[in-house]
């Protein structure tokens, strides 16, 4: 076999590349990297430990995808069921302060008038909208009666009825009192007539 000749310069820079390439290869991070430089540089080579190594890179990639995916509908589930379950909160406060008028003697047309001024101006109270609405229309004065009716406005004015404070001064123990007023109303009620005290 013919013999090569080196010079001396250029073998030890064969040793101290050989040297780096075996403390290279010795350590596991760095056997890595080589590695994968070289399948960079010759992208045919056969380096099993890189190719296994970017089979399952990719496998526990879909993997992390899918359960990426999956956190999203979690999450977005979780956040529809707290919008709903905030809606369902509101209609039942809603429906609540809509029984509360009722008890305090609103009709169902007059309710609905005050939730159209609470969307309209934004109150998101019922019983506030309520009190701002009749603010806003305060109820019609009441009308004074017309014509001559049951009561006699113009007639005699009634006798003022000393019976009850006769009573209360004798603290019910007056039989006099008590007698007057029980033949006064007897008499009434025969004579069908309006009482004189």
Request: net charge negative; proline share 6%.
């Amino acid at each position: 076999m013919p013999v090569t000749q080196v010079d001396e310069a250029e073998l030890m820079q064969l040793r101290q590349l050989h040297g780096a390439a075996s403390a290279i290869l010795a350590n596991p991070e760095s056997r890595k990297l080589l590695q994968r430089a070289q399948k960079i540089v010759n992208p045919q080579a056969r380096i099993p430990e890189v190719e296994i190594e970017e089979q399952v890179e990719r496998q526990v990639g879909g993997v992390l995808a899918e359960v990426q995916k999956l956190n999203k509908r979690l999450d977005d589930d979780a956040s529809e069921r707290s919008v709903r379950h905030q809606a369902a909160e509101i209609q039942a406060g809603w429906d609540r302060q809509k029984s509360e008028l009722r008890a305090k003697g609103f009709t169902d047309d007059g309710i609905a008038k005050i939730e159209q001024h609470a969307l309209k101006e934004a109150i998101p109270n019922l019983r506030a909208a309520a009190n701002d609405y009749m603010a806003l229309n305060p109820p019609e004065a009441p009308q004074a009666p017309s014509g001559f009716g049951s009561w006699d406005f113009f007639g005699e004015a009634p006798v003022e009825d000393t019976f009850v404070p006769k009573m209360i001064e004798s603290r019910g123990d007056n039989d006099a009192v008590l007698n007057s007023e029980i033949a006064a109303t007897l008499t009434e009620v025969r004579s069908q007539r309006p009482l004189g005290r």
